[in-house]
C-alpha cells in the first residue's frame, strides 16, 4: 500500500535515554538551572562540565538525542589538574544509573519493559553513520570495504542493486555533483516547482516526480563535462605527475593531486586532498569542482558497484526522495553518458524503505524502519556493535567515553520504545515536558529529574532526560 505524508507523519520512532553527567559548581554557588537542547544531529551540543587548566578552559558535555532536558551549574568550578586527571575514575563511578529518571517521566514504559508486558525485538547494530546504512538488524548485507582512501557504497540489497544515499536536498548546491551556475538553475526550477504546488491543483507526489526528473536532467549535463575533463588527466601538460590514469586508483590519484590547493611533492596524496579539495583547473572543456571531483572518486574507490550502476538519492520534501539512476562508470573509466536515464521520487520514511521492506522476510516498512533507527541509536549510545534489544532497560557503558574533539559522553539507561509507546512518547510524554519546561518556576519538570548527587569530591552528578526521535533526524525540528 502507498502511503500518504499524513500516514507516514502519523508513525513515530522513539529511544528515550537517561542518565548523569559529572560538573563542578564554583564554590558557594551550587544551585542548578534547568537547560534544553534541539538537534537533528545524533550529538547534542553540549553543557559546560568545570574548568580547568591555567587558562580555565572549560570542559563541555555531550548527549545523545534530539530533545534534550537536563540540569546544569550556571557557575562552573575549576578542577586542579590532579582531579582533572582522576575524572576518568570519577565517570566510571557506579549507582548514577538513569533507571530512576526515566520511571519519574515514563512509569507506564518502565512498568511494561519490567514487567515483560511487551515482547522485545534483538537488534544487531551495525559501525556506520546513519540509520539507512544499518542492514544486519534487517537481514540485509553489510557494507563492502572501498577501495584506498574512498568510502564504500552506503547500500547494496539482496538483488545487487546499488544506492549511494544522501541527506541533503536536491535543490541544495555544492554536494554530491551539484554546482555552478546549473546548479543554481536546477535550485531554482525546484523553487518554482514547489511554489506551484501550493498555487495549482497538481499533487505533491507529482511535483515531486517533476523535481527528480529536473534532477536528472542536470545530472546528464554534467557528466559529458565530468568525461572531457577525465580525458585532460592522459596528456602530460595536465599529468606533470605521471600516474597512470588508465587504472581506476591511479585516475583517483591524479584527480587528488590535481584539486589540492598547496602541493608539496607527491607523498600522502589522499589524505592531504580529502582536508579540502579546490578549483585548480579551469580550461576549455568547464571546472572541475571539488564536488564532480568527490562524486568521481567515489566511483573511481568502488569499481564493482559503480561498474553495474548505482543510484543516488535525495531529500525532497519531507517524507518523499528523489532516486537518480544509473550512475555507471565504464571499464575504460568514463562515466555511461547512456545509463544515467531515471529520475523518481518516492514517499516513505526513508529514501530505501520500500526497497528494503521488499526484501526484509515479511517485516513491514514500520519494522524495517524501526529497526534501523533504533540499531543506529544503540550504536551511537554504545559506539559499539553489541546486540540490544528493544522494550528492555539498558545501561550503556558510555560514562568513560569521549568524542574526538574531547567532549564527555554521560551516563546512558535507554530504552527503545516499540510502536505503541513510540506515539506515546511523542503525542504525549514531549508535550508534557515542554509545557513544564516552559512553566519552570511550577518545578515540576525540576522535581521530575531529580536532585545532584553529590559523588567523589568535588563533583556533582547533573540529570537529563533525552528523546532520540526518528523524524527529527531525517526532517530536523519542527
Known amino acids: 500500500m502507498v502511503k500518504t505524508r499524513t500516514q507516514l507523519k502519523s508513525e513515530a520512532f522513539i529511544s528515550i535515554m537517561a542518565g548523569y553527567h559529572l560538573s563542578k559548581p564554583m564554590h558557594g554557588k551550587s544551585n542548578t538551572a534547568l537547560g534544553r537542547k534541539y538537534s537533528a544531529t545524533p550529538r547534542t551540543s553540549g553543557v559546560g562540565l568545570y574548568k580547568y587548566g591555567r587558562e580555565g578552559l572549560i570542559k563541555e558535555g555531550i548527549f545523545v538525542g534530539n530533545r534534550v532536558y537536563y540540569k546544569y551549574f550556571p557557575s562552573l568550578g575549576t578542577l586542579s589538574d590532579d582531579e582533572h586527571a582522576r575524572n576518568e575514575s570519577y565517570r566510571r563511578q557506579k549507582g548514577l544509573d538513569g533507571n530512576k529518571i526515566l520511571e519519574r517521566f ?47 557504497v552506503d547500500v547494496t540489497t539482496k538483488d545487487g542493486r ?38 495549482s491543483d497538481k499533487s505533491a507526489a507529482k511535483i515531486a516526480d517533476e523535481i527528480a526528473k529536473r534532477g536528472l536532467r542536470y545530472f546528464k549535463q554534467r557528466l559529458p563535462e565530468w568525461n572531457k575533463h577525465m580525458d585532460l588527466m592522459l596528456k602530460p601538460k595536465y599529468n606533470k605527475n605521471k600516474f597512470n590514469t588508465k587504472t581506476a586508483s591511479g585516475l583517483r590519484d591524479a584527480l587528488a593531486w590535481k584539486h589540492h590547493k598547496n602541493r608539496r611533492g607527491d607523498t600522502n596524496i589522499l589524505r592531504t586532498a580529502l582536508k579540502g579539495l579546490k578549483i585548480v583547473s579551469d580550461t576549455a572543456v568547464g571546472k572541475f569542482q571539488k564536488h564532480a571531483d568527490t562524486i568521481t572518486r567515489t566511483a573511481l574507490g568502488n569499481m564493482g558497484e559503480f561498474g553495474q550502476g548505482v543510484t543516488y538519492t535525495f531529500f525532497i520534501n519531507k517524507y518523499q526522495y528523489a532516486h537518480i539512476s544509473r550512475f555507471r562508470m565504464t571499464q575504460d573509466l568514463r562515466w555511461d553518458t547512456a545509463a544515467l536515464d531515471k529520475g523518481i521520487a518516492v514517499t516513505q520514511h526513508d529514501a530505501l524503505t520500500d526497497i528494503l521492506t521488499l526484501q526484509s522476510n515479511g517485516m513491514s516498512d514500520k519494522e524495517v524502519t524501526m529497526r534501523q533507527f533504533q540499531s543506529q541509536i544503540a550504536y551511537e549510545t554504545s559506539l559499539s556493535s553489541k546486540a540490544v534489544s528493544t522494550m528492555t532497560l539498558q545501561c550503556q557503558n558510555t560514562a568513560a567515553l569521549k568524542t574526538a574533539s574531547g567532549k564527555i559522553y554521560p551516563s546512558i539507561d535507554i530504552i527503545q520504545a516499540n510502536k505503541k509507546f513510540s506515539k506515546y512518547i511523542r503525542d504525549e510524554v514531549v508535550p508534557e515536558i515542554e509545557n513544564q519546561f516552559k512553566l519552570e518556576t511550577s518545578g515540576d519538570l525540576s522535581t521530575r529529574l531529580g536532585e545532584t548527587i553529590a559523588t567523589r569530591p568535588p563533583m556533582w552528578a547533573i540529570p537529563y532526560i533525552s528523546i532520540a526521535d526518528y523524524d527529527i533526524r531525517r526532517h530536523g525540528i519542527g
Open 162 to 199: 546499488h544506492f549511494q544515499h544522501t541527506f541533503q536536498a536536491l535543490s541544495a548546491k555544492d554536494q554530491h555533483g551539484i554546482y555552478g551556475k546549473a546548479g543554481s538553475k536546477l535550485n531554482s526550477d525546484i523553487r518554482i516547482l514547489k511554489a506551484q504546488y501550493k498555487n
Open 106 to 152: 515514563v512509569p507506564r514504559l518502565v512498568d511494561s519493559v519490567v514487567n515483560k508486558v511487551q515482547a522485545g525485538l534483538d537488534l544487531k547494530p551495525d559501525k556506520v553513520p546513519s540509520p539507512t546504512e544499518q542492514m544486519s538488524s534487517i537481514g540485509g548485507v553489510k557494507q563492502r570495504p572501498a577501495g584506498k582512501g574512498a568510502n564504500p
